[in-house]
């Protein structure tokens, strides 16, 4: 099949504006003013101002959409119905090979790694060369339309395709995410299942019907209210097995901030206002990959010894850091890997309830089980329930913790107060709608960070642990010359803390960090030169000059018994050099995973 003519639109619009979307992970779009224009233009039709015609973004029916977006994940009593339809859709997605690898081939035409059945072996396995197609596990690419774009499915979509699946699958990757509206009558003759299918969708909350206000057409149009983002774990490298092992996950977010263009679902009148669940964005990819490369290596250096494998994940959003950390054990398991013979639990931590149930709608579709804490990282009595999960003693603690914070040192008057306010503490708290519950990571940036690496040493087992941390680091190194320690390698270990068994980690950051005038005119997501100068005062003042993405692994060096290295904690830190295919979160960056890879894997063994 051709690439279709508005897909192929889509792609290269994203392709354009990656290197800038990259950086502006975690943001919302919706600038006041210019939203404000937005709305006079594209008017909801309760004001009785018309779209144009041809308009089939979400984007621009976000306001008729909230009273949808407030029942994601309530519209059940009955705990048996909303699992047996959550099985449901798991089969339809398998049916429509809602797959990265399938959508990535079939509908945008990347390339793949074509798999087969051969066992093969590779001489080097600290090379990635022959996985880069893989990259990345999920279609960070897209961009949903916006305010004013349309998809016209009809002009393009063969029903009578020999390829049965890929109908159903053109209309679901156009309503799940591209975020455009479908019409109800396509819909019902092209998607698999038809009306049952779109009866199923409507009892999960994942789409609504709205009228068509295309004067041609008097019919309805099937809204959607979600992402669903396919994401494919595959084999690990290392493992010297068969490429057609894979994990194929879905995983559903919240919208887009280009679409939902706010960073809090308001109240309904029976619903309270709750923070949004953050899209697979590339920081959640940045820390897939990069702890998938090296996997493998750590679970071969001695870092399974108890028969149940225990994962955490903080701040976990839709709880893809711990889904994909239950994946990777389970392609494992299907290769017959020895070491995935141990049972596993997973439990993810989030301040956001609507977040937690988005997790327990992703493992129950994807297969896992996850238990779900409710927590503020930032209050007094953060680590009560917490701790209430190892206080059993060491059996009981983490193998593994997962953590993507938030972490925007965000100004006083670009901060959402209303997504703030749900946490129990007030530190933060500070107005926009550009930054909120999943983004501010306070005046600072370092709030939630610091608790996190405060929180590890006394959650995580004593002979192997590791903490993995995907965030944007301030004042990072800038050169591998520097024999003087910065003051951001300093804090992290003291954040840490001086225990009873020695820790070593590595921060890894970009070869070339933003200066603080870049940064700030990126967040500020205006050209108005008052909030970019608010910015940059508020990032002197914190005396912020250089911002990077970056990851940090820490890992308790007492395996086996092992005593001979000194208590306390100590971090190294590397540059990842910058290639043509990107820096250290570039999705597709194969060379970043494969330099930080080879690090870790010496990290484990120390």
Same mark, same amino acid.
Request: glycine share 6%; charged share 20%.
């Given at each position: 099949?051709?690439?279709?003519?508005?897909?192929?639109?889509?792609?290269?619009?994203?392709?354009?504006?990656?290197?800038?979307?990259?950086?502006?992970?975690?943001?919302?779009?919706?600038?006041?003013?210019?939203?404000?224009?937005?709305?006079?233009?594209?008017?909801?039709?309760?004001?009785?101002?018309?779209?144009?015609?041809?308009?089939?973004?979400?984007?621009?029916?976000?306001?008729?959409?909230?009273?949808?977006?407030?029942?994601?994940?309530?519209?059940?009593?009955?705990?048996?119905?909303?699992?047996?339809?959550?099985?449901?859709?798991?089969?339809?997605?398998?049916?429509?090979?809602?797959?990265?690898?399938?959508?990535?081939?079939?509908?945008?035409?990347?390339?793949?790694?074509?798999?087969?059945?051969?066992?093969?072996?590779?001489?080097?396995?600290?090379?990635?060369?022959?996985?880069?197609?893989?990259?990345?596990?999920?279609?960070?690419?897209?961009?949903?339309?916006?305010?004013?774009?349309?998809?016209?499915?009809?002009?393009?979509?063969?029903?009578?395709?020999?390829?049965?699946?890929?109908?159903?699958?053109?209309?679901?990757?156009?309503?799940?995410?591209?975020?455009?509206?479908?019409?109800?009558?396509?819909?019902?003759?092209?998607?698999?299942? +038809?009306? /049952?299918? &779109?009866? #199923?969708?409507?009892? %999960?909350?994942?789409?609504? *019907?709205?009228?068509?206000? @295309?004067? =041609?057409?008097?019919?309805?149009?099937?809204?959607?209210?979600?992402?669903?983002?396919?994401?494919?774990?595959?084999?690990?490298?290392?493992?010297?097995?068969?490429?057609?092992?894979?994990?194929?996950?879905?995983?559903?977010?919240?919208?887009?901030?280009?679409?939902?263009?706010?960073?809090?679902?308001?109240?309904?009148?029976?619903?309270?206002?709750?923070?949004?669940?953050?899209?697979? +964005?590339? /920081?959640? &990819?940045? #820390?897939?990959?990069? %702890?998938?490369?090296?996997? *493998?290596?750590?679970?071969? @250096?001695? =870092?399974?010894?108890?028969?149940?494998?225990?994962?955490?994940?903080?701040?976990?959003?839709?709880?893809?850091?711990?889904?994909?950390?239950?994946?990777?054990?389970?392609?494992?398991?299907?290769?017959?890997?020895?070491?995935?013979?141990?049972?596993?639990?997973?439990?993810?931590?989030?301040?956001?309830?609507?977040?937690?149930?988005?997790?327990?709608?992703?493992?129950?579709?994807?297969?896992?089980?996850?238990?779900?804490?409710?927590?503020?990282? %930032?209050?007094?009595?953060?680590?009560?329930?917490?701790?209430?999960?190892?206080?059993?003693?060491?059996?009981?603690?983490?193998?593994?913790?997962?953590?993507?914070?938030?972490?925007?040192?965000?100004?006083?008057?670009?901060?959402?107060?209303?997504?703030?306010?749900?946490?129990?503490?007030?530190?933060?708290?500070?107005?926009?709608?550009?930054?909120?519950?999943?983004?501010?990571?306070?005046?600072?940036?370092?709030?939630?960070?610091?608790?996190?690496?405060?929180?590890?040493?006394?959650?995580?087992?004593?002979?192997?642990?590791?903490?993995?941390?995907?965030?944007?680091?301030?004042?990072?190194?800038?050169?591998?010359?520097?024999?003087?320690?910065?003051?951001?390698?300093?804090?992290?270990?003291?954040?840490?803390?001086?225990?009873?068994?020695?820790?070593?980690?590595?921060?890894?950051?970009?070869?070339?960090?933003?200066?603080?005038?870049?940064?700030?005119?990126?967040?500020?997501?205006?050209?108005?030169?008052?909030?970019?100068?608010?910015?940059?005062?508020?990032?002197?003042?914190?005396?912020?000059?250089?911002?990077?993405?970056?990851?940090?692994?820490?890992?308790?060096?007492?395996?086996?018994?092992?005593?001979?290295?000194?208590?306390?904690?100590?971090?190294?830190?590397?540059?990842?050099?910058?290639?043509?295919?990107?820096?250290?979160?570039?999705?597709?960056?194969?060379?970043?995973?494969?330099?930080?890879?080879?690090?870790?894997?010496?990290?484990?063994?120390?």
């Amino acid at each position: 099949m051709n690439l279709p003519s508005l897909w192929s639109l889509v792609f290269l619009f994203s392709i354009t504006v990656s290197v800038v979307l990259s950086f502006h992970v975690k943001t919302s779009s919706r600038h006041k003013a210019s939203w404000t224009r937005s709305t006079q233009v594209f008017a909801n039709r309760n004001n009785q101002v018309s779209r144009p015609p041809d308009d089939t973004s979400v984007a621009s029916r976000i306001d008729e959409a909230t009273p949808f977006l407030q029942q994601v994940g309530r519209s059940y009593t009955d705990m048996d119905a909303w699992e047996n339809d959550i099985d449901k859709l798991h089969e339809l997605l398998h049916l429509t090979r809602y797959h990265h690898s399938t959508i990535k081939k079939h509908i945008f035409n990347l390339p793949i790694n074509e798999r087969t059945n051969d066992r093969h072996n590779h001489e080097d396995e600290q090379s990635l060369e022959k996985y880069k197609h893989e990259y990345p596990f999920g279609p960070t690419y897209v961009r949903p339309i916006a305010v004013g774009q349309s998809i016209d499915l009809r002009q393009f979509i063969d029903i009578n395709s020999t390829e049965e699946w890929l109908p159903s699958l053109q209309v679901l990757t156009t309503l799940f995410l591209l975020s455009s509206c479908v019409p109800i009558s396509l819909f019902t003759q092209t998607v698999v299942g +038809g009306n /049952d299918t &779109l009866n #199923l969708l409507l009892r %999960l909350g994942l789409v609504y *019907l709205s009228p068509d206000d @295309n004067i =041609n057409n008097d019919g309805e149009l099937v809204v959607p209210v979600v992402h669903l983002f396919p994401l494919q774990i595959p084999q690990l490298p290392g493992t010297r097995d068969r490429l057609d092992l894979v994990k194929d996950m879905v995983f559903m977010t919240d919208l887009h901030p280009n679409v939902l263009s706010v960073t809090t679902i308001p109240s309904g009148s029976d619903c309270p206002e709750e923070g949004a669940v953050m899209y697979i +964005g590339p /920081d959640s &990819l940045a #820390l897939v990959h990069h %702890l998938h490369a090296s996997f *493998l290596g750590y679970l071969n @250096n001695g =870092n399974t010894d108890s028969s149940v494998f225990r994962v955490l994940d903080v701040c976990s959003g839709s709880g893809v850091q711990a889904l994909a950390a239950l994946g990777m054990l389970d392609v494992l398991r299907k290769s017959g890997h020895e070491l995935a013979a141990v049972d596993v639990e997973a439990v993810a931590v989030d301040v956001n309830q609507r977040a937690l149930r988005f997790t327990e709608f992703n493992a129950r579709l994807n297969g896992m089980k996850v238990t779900t804490v409710q927590s503020d990282l %930032l209050a007094d009595d953060a680590m009560a329930s917490i701790e209430e999960l190892v206080g059993r003693g060491e059996s009981k603690k983490f193998d593994i913790l997962l953590a993507n914070p938030p972490f925007i040192p965000t100004p006083n008057l670009v901060s959402d107060d209303a997504a703030l306010s749900l946490r129990e503490t007030n530190s933060i708290a500070t107005n926009s709608q550009s930054y909120g519950l999943f983004s501010s990571g306070g005046v600072s940036g370092e709030d939630c960070l610091c608790a996190i690496i405060q929180m590890a040493p006394r959650v995580l087992r004593s002979d192997g642990g590791l903490m993995a941390i995907v965030s944007e680091f301030m004042n990072p190194p800038l050169s591998d010359l520097d024999e003087q320690k910065c003051m951001l390698l300093t804090k992290v270990e003291q954040w840490w803390g001086s225990h009873d068994v020695a820790a070593s980690g590595v921060l890894f950051t970009n070869e070339h960090p933003l200066e603080s005038q870049v940064y700030a005119q990126r967040r500020a997501l205006t050209d108005d030169h008052g909030v970019i100068s608010l910015w940059l005062n508020h990032l002197e003042r914190y005396q912020i000059e250089h911002v990077s993405p970056g990851l940090l692994f820490v890992q308790y060096q007492n395996k086996g018994g092992n005593t001979n290295n000194a208590p306390g904690c100590n971090i190294d830190y590397r540059l990842v050099p910058k290639t043509n295919n990107g820096s250290v979160w570039t999705p597709h960056n194969f060379n970043a995973v494969e330099y930080t890879m080879k690090i870790l894997n010496d990290l484990y063994q120390s």
